[in-house]
Nanobody
Framework: QVQLEESGGGSVQAGDSLRLSCAAS????????MAWFRQAPGKEREFVAD????????YYAGSVKGRFTISRDNDKNTAYLQMNSLEPEDTAVYYC?????????????????WGQGTQVTVSS
């Protein structure tokens, strides 16, 4: 059993920054990486970023590359998403998940243990 808990969301202005955290507990040894997805109202859940278990490889969606940075602290079983230069289009509920397949993918099918999500709202 794995549990994930996201935190750090909030309401900000365009151009501001936020840092999201995702704390994992339980059988975390089974995962190959951690990722962030987001879901805006009326839209499907979309991939944001992924980081390998050792932190050596990171992957980003084109829409956030250069603005967002994913990182992790293995000692704390925690992943982070530093979001800079936020745009109104970044408004969504952000979820973290564990990658249960060896290679990263942008489909949610390769991930499990979804948290409850944290709301990020960016005003123009």
């Amino acid at each position: 059993q794995v549990q994930l808990e996201e935190s750090g969301g909030g309401s900000v202005q365009a151009g501001d920054s936020l840092r999201l955290s995702c704390a994992a507990s339980g059988r975390t040894f089974i995962w190959f990486g951690m990722a962030w997805f987001r879901q805006a109202p009326g839209k499907e859940r979309e991939f944001v970023a992924d980081i390998s278990r050792d932190g050596g490889s990171t992957y980003y969606a084109g829409s956030v590359k250069g603005r967002f940075t994913i990182s992790r602290d293995n000692d704390k079983n925690t992943a982070y998403l530093q979001m800079n230069s936020l745009e109104p289009e970044d408004t969504a509920v952000y979820y973290c998940a564990l990658r249960v397949v060896p290679r990263y993918e942008t489909s949610a099918r390769g991930y499990a243990g979804w948290g409850q999500g944290t709301q990020v709202t960016v005003s123009s």
